[in-house]
């Protein structure tokens, strides 16, 4: 955690290739039930297949709203740290990340073959 936490540390080197990055966990009764990235910029694969943001949610529970809370608590701190808009990328078949994405106001920007396969790319104005 101490690792992942330094990430986000304006004060603390980088490791060749990577970008600053927020994470958060998203913990209930001392239990993590997910998490959640947030890039602060874009590098070349970034942009071409893993956007800004990316999340999970412990299989036990989905389906209770976690990621689309996470993702708006998220997009708030995109906004703090001054980006005015944020990518996000999910598998094309990614029913599930792709209506947290639309929840919050995602654009379709296009659904292109990566070196990960196909993904929806999708905007949101912060
Ligand atoms: C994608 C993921 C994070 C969604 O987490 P979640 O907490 O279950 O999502 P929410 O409960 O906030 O639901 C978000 C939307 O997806 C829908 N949804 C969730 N699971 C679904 C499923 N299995 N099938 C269809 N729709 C689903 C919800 O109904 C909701 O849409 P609605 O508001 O229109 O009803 C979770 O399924 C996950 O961790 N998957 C594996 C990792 C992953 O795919 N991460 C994203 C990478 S881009």
Not at 49 to 72: D, E, F, K, M, Q
Not at 74 to 99: F, K, P, T
């Amino acid at each position: 955690m101490t690792r992942l936490n330094d990430r986000s540390d304006p004060a603390k080197p980088l490791d060749a290739g990577q970008v600053r990055c927020t994470y958060r966990w998203i913990v209930e009764d001392d239990r993590v039930l997910g998490g959640i990235a947030l890039r602060h910029e874009l590098n070349d694969f970034l942009l071409r297949v893993a956007g800004h943001i990316g999340y999970g949610i412990r299989p036990s529970a989905r389906r209770r709203g976690l990621a689309t809370w996470a993702l708006g608590r998220m997009l708030g701190e995109a906004r703090a740290l001054g980006l005015d808009r944020v990518l996000l990328a999910c598998e094309v078949d990614n029913i599930a990340s792709a209506r947290t994405i639309e929840q919050h106001g995602g654009v379709l920007e296009d659904i292109r073959d990566t070196e990960l396969g196909p993904a929806r790319r999708y905007w949101i104005t912060l």
